[in-house]
Nanobody, 124 residues
Framework: QVQLVESGGGLVQAGGSLRLSCAAS????????VGWFRQAPAKEREFVAA????????DYGDFVKGRFTISRDNDKNTVNLQMNGLNPEDTSVYYC?????????????????WGQGTQVTVSS
């Protein structure tokens, strides 16, 4: 079983950048597809990005539009999400999640392990 902890959230002005990290313990993250999701108050959980075990397949939510980059370092047991060009609509709690599927998926039910989330707030 893998435990996930997100970090890197915070308050940033519109147009700014943040780099989120997802660190794993209890198991090696290299066995898992890792996804990022977000959920704002009173809104449904939304797919942000996902990356396969080797990093050869990546997918992003439609709203990302080239602003975010997901990457992984299996030696460090981490997955990162670089977010540039942030706008107030990106304000949300961001979660990383791990799945044993072997393809990128935007379906949250396919991810069995979740972190506690990190708050991202973008001011206008």
């Amino acid at each position: 079983q893998v435990q996930l902890v997100e970090s890197g959230g915070g308050l940033v002005q519109a147009g700014g950048s943040l780099r989120l990290s997802c660190a794993a313990s209890g198991d090696t993250l290299r066995s898992y597809v890792v996804g990022w999701f977000r959920q704002a108050p009173a809104k449904e959980r939304e797919f942000v990005a996902a990356i396969t075990q080797s990093g050869n397949m990546i997918d992003y939510g439609d709203f990302v539009k080239g602003r975010f980059t997901i990457s992984r370092d299996n030696d460090k047991n981490t997955v990162n999400l670089q977010m540039n060009g942030l706008n107030p609509e990106d304000t949300s709690v961001y979660y990383c999640a791990a799945s044993l599927v072997t393809y990128v998926s935007d379906q949250s039910y396919k991810y069995m392990y979740w972190g506690q989330g990190t708050q991202v707030t973008v001011s206008s």
